[in-house]
């Protein structure tokens, strides 16, 4: 009898294990999405709807430098990015310059516009079919209790990238001029101006790293999840904004700590109550945690002025 | 002499008089029957989409809260009235008689999860209630694709997890059937009822802002300390609006269910909140006429694209992000004021044009 | 800023009101559904963008293949065809009906459509109203054939739930057995529940059943280790090629290996661009159609298929559009249809014709015939992929 608890209980554990490491390694994918939208929402102070398809794009970058043009992952990697970031400043000086005065609303409004002509322009470049993306990680995958848990390259990369952006991204904003004319711009757009900061190319640099770490995002999602549509990153995109919402918007650790929240909720969920209502559930802790935190985790209180 | 109306009052009789004439013009476009099928096929959604935006503009325009949960209480009110239509209509055949029930049932069971979920979500400001909007919507939208409700002897089965699970005798009968959704629910939308409709929510809307809980709302909006300083209950304000905008939109939903023959939970996805703000704020926020010439003329828009073929959906894109740049962009609009103004002077030559420049503002 | 606004909306509005009127035009012409110059029009209806405007492009191109190998051979009785095609989105509601619409004002005679269940479902009722003759190539759903004017080329779903069960247990296949389905998906819940409770009489033992939905469709680890730890002998997957590539992958990196089982939406899946084949060994699916396939039909149909649309490999929603076309020009010649009759009057004939005695040789089986609901009867054929090819069972 206690034999027959004993290894359910093994068993249950393992199975615990293997999920919560499935859901960190999800997570760690949404925190690196979770940090260009928190980034470009901090300083530009808008929702760059567009974000999940400059990851779609990204993804696509890869795949041809690598499939149809044969380059190494390495290049095909930095082309990625190279690409992405263009692509992200150009985005900016086209769709939202002309509005940096207008209502949020509005620029949120061209940002959705601007998601659609994206999936749309991927839809006519590389057809409907699905893409299976060759994985850019070449980490050899662990084996843990005899084959019982294996963590595959792909997590353990996906966890490191994201460690590592999280504490390369705070040095940056806060110990460099460049970030810490970012975190003036965010602050107060107008002061900032006064003081000689030049809000403009603040803003686009902010785009541009946005941009990037989309792609960064875009290599590990497909690697991970080998497959490539126009639509792959519009769910991801919004499972991301949630955990950005969720860590307190506008704050870095907070989409970290959000991103990998959402991961593990959605698959713990997914695992142990109902697949159906997965997603459902997480929208559901996230309702809860701003009843709670009407700010998110680390999000900053804001106080009214009368 | 004539007695000169108040603005406000001026300004709602020219809306109803532009549907009043828009109406009437579709009527004999169709009594003559000069009007192509998809074009008539599109009259019932245009209302729905317009209902649903100028009820969205009472919370983005009037209460000034970003809402994306539009389609989640646009879903309940379809789904409970399809529910009751599908229940009844056997019993209960005079259509009319049975799509007024619809309405209000749908209307009403929305107004109630409009109220339920407002009195947490409005306690969150900005983003958050956005977020949290639609975090309730894609609930309500996951909950009714895995819902199967069946009814036989022994009285109704409900599961979330698949038929199958229902147990339900032989000659039970599915009411939802998870994804699949509702079928058979009766035809009982037409353009005119939608219209009517369309039109009361219109007056609703107008009558609201100019009442007396219309202006509370609109200086809780303007600023809430103040507001509260003076006696004013928030809570109370913002959640008879929140009400009031779900169900409009679940009287939507009701018009929407009963037009077509199937009904799918997939339908009410954050993608149609999104695009219900589209209308709202392309239409102007706050303005309930540009609402419904933006839901029309975008519902439109994608339709008439089709001779493009595979570019449709792309030049839709690039529409929207220029209406967008030229509506909100201070040097474009500059352009257009300037050039408008022209124009109506060379119409109107013998007013004065110091009042066309005070319009401008 | 109000006058700038107005200006934008009076002059949008003044060129929507311009081309409502232009069509206006266009359908006054072809009001009573017969067509001015001279040919047979069909409508398709499908997903051309969105995410599942990989099932409609594919129809779309096998049907105009189709239509153009019958005209080249100069046509049906002597009368061309004509093909029309519109995006729906995969949508179930506002815009299926806006894309059969369209379809009507160009003149629908015949209906191929719609490709997906959401949207047929959508559809079918207009199709009775205005009685116009409507075969689908792909939507699978029981329901979609509940009227007596539409007709299915695929199997319905029951069918293949059933037919997939039933082989598991006659061929000894596995005893344990997984499943993973789309609970969001018509096709995929509506095969799960057939096979459920079909698998239940024959004794086969369901150890797990995990789903995912629409939303959430990349990472199935957890459905896939709870499989495992079920100790699933055979993992069921009544699924699109998509998602079950991923489940494929991830499966092999979680080091897990049971049998694998598909329906007709796995077909496609060794057709993806840049696929790792070894992954999909040993994976057996019950399919109407395959694209290496020694039949002459066949090589013929993908070789013009490839010739035409840029190398690429047809599957079988193509394929099952294809024959839909086929089927629709048969019947026009049997009935001795011709270009200037209504869609209605077509209807009724077609309808008639095509449950009374009519059989089809097709890409997607052999001697197809209809029963009056609509139903096909075909019979799957169960296929391994074996070194990176189908080969029969």
Redesign the interface.
């Given at each position: 009898m206690i034999k027959y608890i004993l290894s359910y209980g093994r068993m249950f554990c393992m199975a615990f294990l293997d999920y919560l490491i499935n859901g960190i390694s999800l997570g760690s994918i949404y925190a690196v999405i979770a940090l260009g939208y928190t980034l470009v929402y901090g300083i530009a102070k808008m929702l760059n709807f567009a974000h999940g398809d400059v990851i779609m794009v990204g993804g696509y970058a890869v795949f041809t430098a690598m499939v149809t043009w044969g380059w190494s992952s390495w290049l095909a990697m930095l082309f990625a990015i190279v690409v992405c970031t263009v692509l992200g400043i150009t985005i900016e000086k086209v769709a939202y310059k002309p509005l940096r005065k207008a209502s949020s609303l509005s620029v949120l409004i061209t940002a959705i516009g601007v998601s659609y002509f994206l999936q749309n322009m991927a839809l006519l470049i590389f057809k409907e079919k699905p893409k299976v993306f060759t994985s850019v990680v070449n980490i050899p995958k662990i084996s843990l209790f005899d084959g019982k848990i294996v963590i595959k390259g792909e997590t353990t990369a996906a966890i490191l990238v994201s460690i590592v952006i999280v504490v390369g991204l705070s040095l940056f904003i806060n110990h460099t001029q460049k970030g810490r004319a970012m975190l003036a711009v965010s602050e107060d757009k107008d002061a900032a101006q006064l003081m000689g900061i030049n809000v403009n190319s603040t803003i686009s640099l902010t785009f541009a790293i946005g941009s990037g770490l989309a792609a960064v995002a875009g290599m590990l999602l497909c690697s991970s999840y080998p497959t490539l549509t126009n639509t792959t990153g519009a769910m991801p995109g919004i499972k991301a904004f949630v955990a950005a919402v969720f860590g307190g918007i506008g704050s870095i650790p907070g989409a970290m700590i959000g991103g990998i929240l959402i991961g593990v909720i959605e698959i713990l969920g997914r695992a142990y109550i109902s697949p159906q209502l997965a997603d459902a559930m997480v929208f559901a802790v996230l309702i809860l945690v701003l009843m709670i935190k009407p700010t998110g985790i680390l999000g900053k209180k804001v106080n009214e002025k009368v | 002499m004539k007695k000169k109306l108040n603005p406000q009052t001026r300004k709602s009789f020219i809306t109803y008089g532009l549907l009043l004439i828009v109406f009437i013009a579709v009527e004999i476009l169709l009594k003559t029957g000069s009007i192509s099928s998809m074009l008539q096929g599109l009259l019932v959604p245009i209302c729905v989409y317009s209902i649903l935006a100028v009820s969205l503009n009472l919370t983005v325009g009037i209460l000034g809260e970003l809402s994306l949960g539009q389609a989640g209480f646009m879903c309940v009110g379809a789904y409970a009235s399809a529910i009751f239509s599908n229940l009844v209509k056997d019993s209960i055949t005079q259509p009319v008689l049975r799509f007024t029930l619809a309405i209000f049932i749908g209307g009403i069971v929305a107004a109630i999860f409009g109220i339920l979920i407002g009195i947490p979500v409005l306690r969150l400001r900005g983003d958050y209630l956005a977020i949290v909007t639609l975090a309730f919507g894609e609930i309500i939208k996951n909950v009714f694709a895995a819902l199967y409700i069946g009814y036989d002897s022994a009285g109704l089965h409900i599961s979330l997890k698949s038929q199958g699970d229902l147990g339900l005798k032989p000659d039970g009968k599915m009411i939802i059937n998870g994804a699949l959704g509702i079928g058979g629910t009766p035809n009982d939308s037409t353009f005119e009822i939608a219209f009517v409709i369309l039109f009361i929510s219109v007056i609703i809307i107008y009558n609201f802002i100019h009442s007396r809980t219309g202006r509370a709302v609109m200086s809780i909006r303007d600023n809430r300390i103040a507001a509260e300083s003076v006696g004013l209950n928030i809570t109370k304000y913002k959640l008879i609006t929140f009400a009031l905008t779900a169900f409009l939109a679940g009287v939507a939903g009701v018009l929407y269910s009963h037009n077509f023959y199937s009904l799918q939970a997939s339908k009410f996805d954050y993608n149609l909140s999104i695009l219900v703000l589209v209308f709202v704020v392309l239409g102007g926020i706050g303005n309930i006429r540009g609402s419904i010439i933006a839901a029309a003329v975008l519902t439109l828009l994608p339709e008439l694209l089709r001779s493009i073929n595979n570019y449709r959906m792309l030049f839709y894109a690039v529409i929207l992000i220029v209406m967008m740049i030229c509506t909100s962009n201070e040097t474009i609009r500059t352009f257009f004021i300037r050039n408008f103004q022209k124009l109506k002077g060379l119409i109107i030559k013998n007013k004065s044009g110091s009042e066309t420049v005070k319009e401008a503002e | 800023?109000?006058?700038?606004?107005?200006?934008?909306?009076l002059s949008?509005?003044a060129v929507?009101a311009g081309?409502?009127l232009t069509?206006?035009g266009?359908?006054?012409s072809s009001?009573d559904g017969g067509s001015s110059d001279g040919t047979i029009v069909i409508g398709g209806s499908g997903p051309?963008?969105?995410?599942a405007?990989?099932y409609?492009?594919g129809v779309k191109n096998a049907a105009q293949l189709a239509v153009d190998e019958i005209n080249e051979a100069g046509g049906v009785n002597g009368v061309k065809l004509k093909l029309v095609f519109?995006?729906d989105e995969a949508?179930?509601?506002?815009k299926a009906?806006?894309a059969?619409?369209?379809l009507?004002?160009k003149g629908m005679q015949v209906m191929l459509g719609t490709v997906t269940?959401?949207s047929c479902?959508?559809v079918?009722?207009?199709t009775k109203q205005d009685n116009i003759f409507q075969i689908t190539p792909s939507a699978s759903?029981q329901?979609v054939i509940k009227n007596d004017n539409t007709f299915q080329v695929c199997f319905t779903d029951p069918n293949q739930g059933k037919a997939s069960a039933d082989y598991i247990a006659e061929n000894n296949v596995a005893k344990k057995i997984a499943i993973i389905y789309d609970?969001?998906?018509?096709y995929s819940?509506?095969i799960?529940?057939t096979f459920?409770?079909e698998a239940a009489e024959k004794g086969l033992e369901i150890v797990a059943e995990?789903?995912?939905?629409?939303?959430?469709k990349?990472?199935f680890?957890?459905?896939i280790?709870?499989a495992k730890?079920a100790g699933a002998e055979l993992l069921f997957l009544p699924i699109y090629y998509?998602e079950a590539?991923?489940i494929l992958?991830?499966c092999k990196?979680?080091?897990f290996s049971p049998k694998f089982f598909g329906c007709d939406g796995l077909d496609g899946i060794l057709?993806?661009?840049?696929?790792?084949k070894s992954l999909a060994e040993g994976v057996m699916l019950l399919t109407p159609f395959a694209a290496d396939a020694s039949d002459d039909a066949t090589q013929k149909f993908v070789k013009a298929y490839k010739e035409k649309y840029n190398n690429?490999i047809p599957n079988q929603f193509a394929a099952d559009a294809y024959d839909g076309v086929k089927i629709i020009a048969k019947l026009i010649e049997k009935e001795g249809i011709k270009a200037d009759m209504s869609a209605s009057d077509i209807c009724d004939k077609l309808k008639k014709a095509i449950s009374d005695g009519f059989s089809y040789d097709g890409l997607t089986g052999q001697g197809m015939t209809w029963s009056a609901e609509g139903a096909v009867s075909k019979n799957p054929k169960a296929v391994v992929i074996k070194d990176g090819n189908y080969s029969a069972l």
């Amino acid at each position: 009898m206690i034999k027959y608890i004993l290894s359910y209980g093994r068993m249950f554990c393992m199975a615990f294990l293997d999920y919560l490491i499935n859901g960190i390694s999800l997570g760690s994918i949404y925190a690196v999405i979770a940090l260009g939208y928190t980034l470009v929402y901090g300083i530009a102070k808008m929702l760059n709807f567009a974000h999940g398809d400059v990851i779609m794009v990204g993804g696509y970058a890869v795949f041809t430098a690598m499939v149809t043009w044969g380059w190494s992952s390495w290049l095909a990697m930095l082309f990625a990015i190279v690409v992405c970031t263009v692509l992200g400043i150009t985005i900016e000086k086209v769709a939202y310059k002309p509005l940096r005065k207008a209502s949020s609303l509005s620029v949120l409004i061209t940002a959705i516009g601007v998601s659609y002509f994206l999936q749309n322009m991927a839809l006519l470049i590389f057809k409907e079919k699905p893409k299976v993306f060759t994985s850019v990680v070449n980490i050899p995958k662990i084996s843990l209790f005899d084959g019982k848990i294996v963590i595959k390259g792909e997590t353990t990369a996906a966890i490191l990238v994201s460690i590592v952006i999280v504490v390369g991204l705070s040095l940056f904003i806060n110990h460099t001029q460049k970030g810490r004319a970012m975190l003036a711009v965010s602050e107060d757009k107008d002061a900032a101006q006064l003081m000689g900061i030049n809000v403009n190319s603040t803003i686009s640099l902010t785009f541009a790293i946005g941009s990037g770490l989309a792609a960064v995002a875009g290599m590990l999602l497909c690697s991970s999840y080998p497959t490539l549509t126009n639509t792959t990153g519009a769910m991801p995109g919004i499972k991301a904004f949630v955990a950005a919402v969720f860590g307190g918007i506008g704050s870095i650790p907070g989409a970290m700590i959000g991103g990998i929240l959402i991961g593990v909720i959605e698959i713990l969920g997914r695992a142990y109550i109902s697949p159906q209502l997965a997603d459902a559930m997480v929208f559901a802790v996230l309702i809860l945690v701003l009843m709670i935190k009407p700010t998110g985790i680390l999000g900053k209180k804001v106080n009214e002025k009368v | 002499m004539k007695k000169k109306l108040n603005p406000q009052t001026r300004k709602s009789f020219i809306t109803y008089g532009l549907l009043l004439i828009v109406f009437i013009a579709v009527e004999i476009l169709l009594k003559t029957g000069s009007i192509s099928s998809m074009l008539q096929g599109l009259l019932v959604p245009i209302c729905v989409y317009s209902i649903l935006a100028v009820s969205l503009n009472l919370t983005v325009g009037i209460l000034g809260e970003l809402s994306l949960g539009q389609a989640g209480f646009m879903c309940v009110g379809a789904y409970a009235s399809a529910i009751f239509s599908n229940l009844v209509k056997d019993s209960i055949t005079q259509p009319v008689l049975r799509f007024t029930l619809a309405i209000f049932i749908g209307g009403i069971v929305a107004a109630i999860f409009g109220i339920l979920i407002g009195i947490p979500v409005l306690r969150l400001r900005g983003d958050y209630l956005a977020i949290v909007t639609l975090a309730f919507g894609e609930i309500i939208k996951n909950v009714f694709a895995a819902l199967y409700i069946g009814y036989d002897s022994a009285g109704l089965h409900i599961s979330l997890k698949s038929q199958g699970d229902l147990g339900l005798k032989p000659d039970g009968k599915m009411i939802i059937n998870g994804a699949l959704g509702i079928g058979g629910t009766p035809n009982d939308s037409t353009f005119e009822i939608a219209f009517v409709i369309l039109f009361i929510s219109v007056i609703i809307i107008y009558n609201f802002i100019h009442s007396r809980t219309g202006r509370a709302v609109m200086s809780i909006r303007d600023n809430r300390i103040a507001a509260e300083s003076v006696g004013l209950n928030i809570t109370k304000y913002k959640l008879i609006t929140f009400a009031l905008t779900a169900f409009l939109a679940g009287v939507a939903g009701v018009l929407y269910s009963h037009n077509f023959y199937s009904l799918q939970a997939s339908k009410f996805d954050y993608n149609l909140s999104i695009l219900v703000l589209v209308f709202v704020v392309l239409g102007g926020i706050g303005n309930i006429r540009g609402s419904i010439i933006a839901a029309a003329v975008l519902t439109l828009l994608p339709e008439l694209l089709r001779s493009i073929n595979n570019y449709r959906m792309l030049f839709y894109a690039v529409i929207l992000i220029v209406m967008m740049i030229c509506t909100s962009n201070e040097t474009i609009r500059t352009f257009f004021i300037r050039n408008f103004q022209k124009l109506k002077g060379l119409i109107i030559k013998n007013k004065s044009g110091s009042e066309t420049v005070k319009e401008a503002e | 800023m109000k006058i700038a606004k107005k200006f934008m909306a009076l002059s949008l509005a003044a060129v929507m009101a311009g081309s409502c009127l232009t069509a206006c035009g266009d359908s006054s012409s072809s009001k009573d559904g017969g067509s001015s110059d001279g040919t047979i029009v069909i409508g398709g209806s499908g997903p051309l963008t969105g995410g599942a405007a990989q099932y409609g492009v594919g129809v779309k191109n096998a049907a105009q293949l189709a239509v153009d190998e019958i005209n080249e051979a100069g046509g049906v009785n002597g009368v061309k065809l004509k093909l029309v095609f519109e995006d729906d989105e995969a949508d179930p509601g506002d815009k299926a009906v806006n894309a059969y619409n369209a379809l009507k004002d160009k003149g629908m005679q015949v209906m191929l459509g719609t490709v997906t269940t959401g949207s047929c479902l959508a559809v079918i009722d207009k199709t009775k109203q205005d009685n116009i003759f409507q075969i689908t190539p792909s939507a699978s759903a029981q329901d979609v054939i509940k009227n007596d004017n539409t007709f299915q080329v695929c199997f319905t779903d029951p069918n293949q739930g059933k037919a997939s069960a039933d082989y598991i247990a006659e061929n000894n296949v596995a005893k344990k057995i997984a499943i993973i389905y789309d609970n969001s998906d018509a096709y995929s819940s509506g095969i799960y529940n057939t096979f459920k409770s079909e698998a239940a009489e024959k004794g086969l033992e369901i150890v797990a059943e995990q789903s995912f939905t629409k939303d959430s469709k990349t990472d199935f680890s957890a459905q896939i280790t709870a499989a495992k730890s079920a100790g699933a002998e055979l993992l069921f997957l009544p699924i699109y090629y998509q998602e079950a590539s991923l489940i494929l992958a991830q499966c092999k990196s979680a080091d897990f290996s049971p049998k694998f089982f598909g329906c007709d939406g796995l077909d496609g899946i060794l057709g993806v661009e840049n696929f790792d084949k070894s992954l999909a060994e040993g994976v057996m699916l019950l399919t109407p159609f395959a694209a290496d396939a020694s039949d002459d039909a066949t090589q013929k149909f993908v070789k013009a298929y490839k010739e035409k649309y840029n190398n690429e490999i047809p599957n079988q929603f193509a394929a099952d559009a294809y024959d839909g076309v086929k089927i629709i020009a048969k019947l026009i010649e049997k009935e001795g249809i011709k270009a200037d009759m209504s869609a209605s009057d077509i209807c009724d004939k077609l309808k008639k014709a095509i449950s009374d005695g009519f059989s089809y040789d097709g890409l997607t089986g052999q001697g197809m015939t209809w029963s009056a609901e609509g139903a096909v009867s075909k019979n799957p054929k169960a296929v391994v992929i074996k070194d990176g090819n189908y080969s029969a069972l």
